[in-house]
């Protein structure tokens, strides 16, 4: 009977830790605000350009660079969230569902494909 309450003792203090971690994690930390995304986009005679690149070059989800931050930087200027990660130059979910949403807006093809007329309704 004694090496039971002894076994129990020590599997008890053995596990204080695990439990008291586990306890940590559920409970929630206090929720950080994220900074609002500002982006730096100016008016010119080609239209807003936000410094990133000033083609209109054809760009759709898996695409990466220049012409992506620039796509973002437009988007966040028009007020449509790319998702968290905000200007990172890649052309994912979230950047293609900005996209969709800022077309639907703009009565042009909402297919997340940013052409000519998407850049355009972009840029003026």
């Known amino acids: ?8 003792a ?11 971690a586990s306890a940590a994690l559920a409970t929630p930390a206090t929720a950080q605000v994220p900074a609002a995304v500002t982006v730096n986009c100016r008016d010119t005679v ?26 973002q930087a437009l988007l966040i200027y028009h007020g449509y969230s790319v998702g968290s990660t ?3 130059g890649y052309f994912g979910a979230a950047t293609e569902s ?3 949403r800022f077309q639907t807006a ?11 007329t998407t850049w355009y309704h972009l840029r003026y």
């Open 86 to 88: 905000g200007v990172d």
């Open 106 to 116: 703009e009565k042009i093809t909402a297919d997340g494909i940013v052409g000519a």
């Open 46 to 71: 080609d239209g807003l350009y936000c410094g990133y690149d000033l083609s209109d070059a054809y760009t759709d989800r898996g695409d990466s660079g220049a012409k992506v931050r620039e796509l």
């Open 10 to 20: 020590v599997l008890a203090a053995a596990l204080l830790p695990v439990a008291s």
């Open 98 to 100: 900005a996209v969709k």
């Open 1 to 8: 009977m004694r090496l039971s309450l002894l076994a129990s």
